[in-house]
């Protein structure tokens, strides 16, 4: 059980959120000009480091908000959360 | 056939388990107690906190500011009690008393004037139940992850969590200690059946360690 720091509420349990996936997967500039393949891509293919991983969360049972986290994949330590749309880490 | 008239009651989610929650109470130095304060005025605002409209919003509700620390409560004082909790960076819930909530979307809405935001009624969404007693604290640690001791935890604070699997509003009012919990409806037997479960065992002395 991981106990995820949400910038907002601060430390609360892993129940409480909901995963997003990989964080910062840029949308294609084109994507009309995309084969099926380079768009399946975009769709389901997601990096699997072992490693810091940046991720989003969602406080589903709290305050709702999205946000980023540095998940390292082989111990699972986070190492930084940010607010969508910032950059400084919080902690709260 | 004649149609029967009936005038619409509102009839709170506890309505036919409040004698359950009066014959739950245990007193003493274990004592707990729960019963439900049903059809509390619930309005949902959004806007954005550093909006003018929210200076507007604030004044007009009777507050300073509203509450932008993560877990704030203000309470306005003035002929009717109005309390605004913090949801979230750009959301609130304000509370008062039955039937105070076409007042408070109208004072709502008239501050906010052309500001961009959202004043919703949910009253009808969540009842209250209140908790209080030296073991209440202890009644709800059994059910909720989130650190209600003291030093983490008092009056004046309210957070979005769960409570035995159910998304609740948690809000301590006083040391006593006393929590105030809005449920949704749906699940407020559902909560209400689970705390008196939970507040059983402070009928018994405590179990020497």
Known sequence: MLLIPCPWCGDRDETEFGYGGQAHVPYPEAPETLTDAEWAEYLFVRDNPEGPFTEQWVHTAGCRRWFTLVRDTTCNDILAVHRTGTTNPVHP | M???????????PLHHRAHLLAAADVEGPRGVRLRELPCAAQVTLRLDPSSPAAARVAGALGLPALPVEPGGVRTAAGATERTVLWLGPDEW??????????????????????????????????TTLEISGPCAREVLEKGCSLDLHPRAFGPGRCAQTLLARAAVILRQIDTGPTYHLLVRGSFAPYLADWLLDAMTEFRSPEVPR
């Open chain 2, 2 to 12: 004649t149609a029967e008239v009936t005038t619409p009651r509102a009839r709170s």
């Open chain 2, 93 to 126: 819930l304000v509370v008062g008393p039955e039937g105070d909530a076409p007042a408070i979307e109208a004072v709502v809405r008239d501050a906010l004037g052309d500001g961009h935001g959202a004043v919703v009624d949910v009253s009808a969404n969540r």
